[in-house]
């Protein structure tokens, strides 16, 4: 993976991938690290590019289905609407090129994507046009359980500390709910940089690359100017609400603005 960024403080740690979070005596942990050492089972014996026919891609959602969309100068894109799908990229086992349309976030973060200072702490910021579609970064961080983010986000509260924790809910097959939770706080990549927004421009939406383990990945879900901040909806996920006067203050500035940060439950 082509990852050059590093961070502005010294007591955070740059990760290009997700980790695993400290070890704990628990089923859940033990299901996560079994997950986490996994394999995805199959893979495509594709030669050179891959199209609409390899089984990595069929297995994103089938026949009409297609993640990512070549521009024709070696970029790859999402078609707009399929986030709601879950994608799959071709992985190690593959036999495709290793540069085939259906490679995105495993070959790592946009460039030009820059830390800059605002009223929200650090934020995200693009030094270059972004087109929509366009493959951001990952959200990396410590892959922990629902457990350690309880307590991690009620020790954050308590210390006054910004929450990194970000959780993502899929269902399965047979309609069991997936849970995947990363906290970049003190582990973490580019990602952990980008703040909320009602009005976001980007959207976050789990990839499969070669680990039944989903990564974060993050893409432009509009056009964005240079200079531009770049933001997504943290509370796309959510299903519970809670009371505004334990929430705190959304500072998006959008013309939608909801007024509160989106609340995340584990
Ligand atoms: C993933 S971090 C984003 C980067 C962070 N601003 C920083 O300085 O490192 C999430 C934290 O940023 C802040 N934040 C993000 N979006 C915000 C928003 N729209 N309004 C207020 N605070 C926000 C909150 O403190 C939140 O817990």
Do not use: W
């Not at 976001?200 to 680990?211: M, Q």
Request: proline share 4%.
């Amino acid at each position: 993976m082509n990852d050059n960024y590093t961070h502005v403080d010294t007591e955070v740690f740059y990760i290009t991938e997700n980790i695993m979070g400290p070890f704990e005596d628990s089923s859940e942990y033990e299901q996560l690290l079994n997950n986490f050492n996994s394999l995805l089972s199959g893979s495509c014996s594709c030669s050179g590019n891959c199209t609409q026919l390899c089984r990595c891609v069929q297995a994103s959602g089938g026949d009409n289905y297609l993640a990512y969309l070549a521009d024709g100068q070696k970029k790859f894109t999402l078609i707009p609407k399929s986030n709601s799908c879950p994608i799959i990229e071709c992985n190690d086992i593959c036999s495709c090129s290793v540069v085939c349309g259906n490679r995105v976030v495993q070959t790592g973060p946009a460039e030009g994507l820059e830390i800059r200072s605002c009223d929200k702490g650090y934020g995200l910021f693009t030094a270059t046009f972004i087109h929509s579609g366009t493959f951001i970064c990952e959200y990396a961080g410590e892959l922990i359980t629902a457990n350690q983010a309880t307590k991690r986000h009620e020790n954050n509260e308590t210390l006054g500390k910004s929450n990194y924790i970000f959780c993502l809910r899929e269902m399965s097959n047979d309609r069991q709910p997936i849970l995947t939770i990363v906290d970049p706080a003190v582990f973490g990549n580019i990602g952990r940089y980008i703040n909320h927004s009602c009005e976001p421009n980007c959207i976050v939406t789990p990839v499969r690359c070669g680990s039944p383990v989903p990564k974060f990945a993050i893409f432009a879900s509009t056009d964005i100017e240079e200079n531009e901040e770049l933001t997504f909806n943290y509370g796309l996920n959510d299903d519970v609400k809670q009371n505004t006067t334990d929430r705190t203050k959304c500072l998006c500035k959008s013309k939608n603005c909801s007024g509160f940060m989106p609340f995340q439950s584990y």
